[in-house]
């Protein structure tokens, strides 16, 4: 970390200037598009065999898994106090301590959150959603190493609103790839994220609402301290997560908090959304908090957690971390521009139709295609007085269907055109390494019911990544690679992959194929980023 991390105002130009309309919209579509995630048939499973894993101590006590057929699994490890009661919306405490050896066989309750099945599975993972909830998982290999491995410690998307770390099955990746992998919860919605004056006069620092990313933090500070008794290298940790998985690997790159807690970053689908301050969201805050009929702190404490859930989920919510000034002392493009952000390799990318999944939960999913005439529409109701240029530089006749127009809009504006800049950033002090995941098959074997291809949509790649494909030749293959370049990185800080080509650093950027990988030099310019982000200009 370069400089004194000092709290900034803003900047009033690209997309942290569009109307609120379209700010609302780029929330909620991260919420809308985690049903990617049920994409991923990885969901944890009973290990295969019943066998006892080693017993393992942590400064907190002992642990005994189980073991599969290639992996020890702990699971369900407190890194954190419940943050229940007088607990609730303070940073995390520490876990006490217990006496005898804990059962880590099955993982500890989600976090709370709204109905979050889908007809792919539950993203809340196994368990029953509680503020109990602050555990994470470890999966090792069977297999001795005379070395420690490096460790990958995943932060799961969901909007900030749903998902669990047991709904990933770490046990490929770690097999497969040589490592460590641990998954966590941290507080979710309201829980994790409520910003009120209430909470900011009770912290010596007066800051609020970055409860959630605190967790990660504690659960990072978990790894380092106790990770070696598992096989893991505590000196070489990898941070990873996709969608407001990725977006959190980008806060703690910026967040002074995070200092000495990871090696290696990688950021899917996520990084470069522009956050809200601490006043904007105590002002919303105090608002819902009227809405459940409370006007202090006390109050909120006082209610029932599935009272304060049902509330939680209003339209008009919005849990997302904040600028405070502490946690996170700048929007995170002023902080990757000035250098203050904790310089380690970082690998981040997007998908390649990254929007199509929106397109498909708002408009086929919910029995109204986007039509034509409606594409217009819906376009001058996101971009408003933008509206015209957008039409402009996504006209239909260049797109197959009004979604896949739309979708390329979502895409772009959303996701890919901010993903590149983050890297352009970053690649002045760091390396930095970009992709783009281009399977444009990948998501056929769900057969959902859309009026157009689903392409490579939000959420695609992440199979890939934890070795769960099973499809074509080519899409296995790709996924080897893929896995081969997200754990070397891991090991090395380099992405490398046997029979893959070479990845190089920024401004090339790497697609990620199954016909083929190879490396793109017009990334901004394919994206129409000088649209989006007219004061980066496009630069590649």
């Not at 420690?148 to 749903?162: A, L, S």
């Not at 203050?340 to 999913?365: K, S």
Request: aromatic share 8%.
């Amino acid at each position: 970390m370069s400089g004194p991390l000092t709290r900034r105002t803003p900047r009033n130009h690209s997309v942290l200037s569009w109307p609120r309309r379209l700010r609302g919209a780029l929330s909620g579509v991260i919420l809308l598009s985690a049903v990617a995630l049920t994409a991923v048939p990885t969901a944890l499973a009973t290990p295969a065999a019943a066998a006892d894993a080693p017993t393992v101590t942590t400064r907190y006590g002992q642990v005994r898994g189980a073991t599969g057929e290639t992996t020890h699994d702990y699971l369900g490890i407190p890194y954190a106090a419940p943050p229940v009661g007088d607990l609730r919306w303070k940073p995390p405490a520490a876990p006490e301590r217990w006496t005898g050896v804990r059962d880590a066989t099955a993982p500890g309750n989600p976090c709370m959150q709204a109905n979050s099945s889908t007809p792919w599975g539950d993203l809340a993972g196994p368990g029953t959603p509680s503020e109990d909830c602050l555990y994470l998982n470890v999966h090792t290999p069977t297999a001795r190493s005379v070395t420690k491995r490096p460790v990958m410690v995943w932060i799961h998307g969901g909007g900030f609103t749903i998902g669990s770390g047991a709904f990933y099955d770490g046990g490929n990746l770690a097999t497969r790839g040589d490592t460590v992998v641990v998954t966590l919860n941290y507080r979710l919605g309201a829980f994790g994220y409520l910003a009120h004056e209430g909470l900011a006069g009770e912290s010596p620092e007066g800051i609020s609402g970055n409860y959630g990313l605190l967790d990660q933090q504690a659960a990072l500070r978990w790894v380092r301290q106790n990770i070696a008794a598992f096989g893991g290298d505590p000196g070489n940790v990898t941070v990873f997560g996709e969608s407001a998985g990725g977006g959190s690997v980008c806060q703690h790159l910026v967040s002074p908090r995070a200092a000495g807690l990871f090696d290696r970053a990688i950021a899917q689908s996520g990084c470069g959304f522009p956050l809200p301050t601490q006043e904007s969201q105590q002002r919303t805050g105090a608002s819902w908090a009227g809405s459940v009929g409370c006007a202090d702190v006390a109050c909120l404490r006082a209610k029932p957690a599935g009272e304060l859930l049902t509330a939680s989920t209003a339209p008009t919510a919005r849990w997302v971390p904040n600028v405070d000034g502490r946690v996170l002392p700048l929007q995170i493009a002023e902080a990757l521009e000035s250098g203050r952000f904790h310089r380690v390799p970082v690998l981040q990318g997007t998908t390649a139709d990254e929007g199509r999944l929106t397109v498909a939960t708002t408009y086929d999913l919910a029995g109204r295609p986007l039509t034509a005439a409606g594409y217009p529409v819906a376009v001058r109701a996101l971009y408003g007085d933008r509206a015209d240029a957008v039409l402009a530089r996504y006209p239909l006749s260049d797109h197959g269907t009004p979604a896949e127009a739309l979708g390329a809009v979502f895409t772009d504006s959303q996701f890919a055109c901010l993903q590149s800049r983050t890297a352009r950033l970053m690649a002045g002090h760091t390396r930095s390494y970009q992709y783009e995941f281009a399977d444009r098959h990948s998501m056929d074997h769900l057969n959902l019911p859309v009026s157009f291809p689903l392409g490579a949509p939000h959420g695609s790649e992440i199979r890939y990544v934890f070795g769960g494909v099973s499809g074509t030749p080519a899409q296995n293959a790709l996924a080897a690679k893929m896995l081969g370049y997200w754990t070397n990185f891991a090991h090395t800080g380099v992405p490398y992959a046997a029979n893959a080509p070479r990845w190089n650093q920024y401004p090339k950027v790497q697609v990620l194929a199954p016909e083929a990988i190879t490396a793109s030099t017009t990334f901004p310019q394919d994206h129409k980023c000088d649209l989006w982000l007219p004061s980066d200009q496009a630069r590649s």
